[in-house]
Nanobody
Framework: QVQLVESGGGLVQAGGSLRPSCVASGSSFRINAIGWYREAPGKQRELVASINSGGTTTYADSVKGRFTISRDNAKNTVYLQMNSLKPEDTAVYYC????????????????WGQGTQVAVSS
């Protein structure tokens, strides 16, 4: 019932910035928490940042001070502002949205975006 569309990845040089976004669409749901994950070739998918329904955020140690997660509830959109990018940030970035359906709020369901590629050159 929920579709996630990601965009905003790309190729930048070290020190540059990107701001991928993730838009949720569908019906009969409300968003609770959102997470941004990344997966580099041969590496485990890791949580980069998260934001809950109250706006509380968390970040992986590797991106603290450089990345900022935010959400626009009116547009059902979440952003990941990435500054001071490093080659180590190169990965496919995925958003994951935790939702509760209006007809069964006791159960939480997660949906993945299709991923957007981020490449940082040195």
């Amino acid at each position: 019932q929920v579709q996630l569309v990601e965009s905003g990845g790309g190729l930048v040089q070290a020190g540059g910035s990107l701001r991928p976004s993730c838009v949720a669409s569908g019906s009969s749901f409300r968003i609770n928490a959102i997470g941004w994950y990344r997966e580099a070739p041969g590496k485990q998918r890791e949580l980069v940042a998260s934001i809950n329904s109250g706006g509380t955020t968390t970040y992986a140690d590797s991106v603290k001070g450089r990345f900022t997660i935010s959400r626009d509830n009116a547009k059902n959109t979440v952003y990941l502002q990435m500054n001071s990018l490093k080659p180590e940030d190169t990965a496919v970035y995925y958003c994951n949205v935790e939702v509760a359906f209006t007809y069964i709020t006791s159960q939480l369901t997660h949906y993945w975006g299709q991923g957007t590629q981020v490449a940082v050159s040195s």
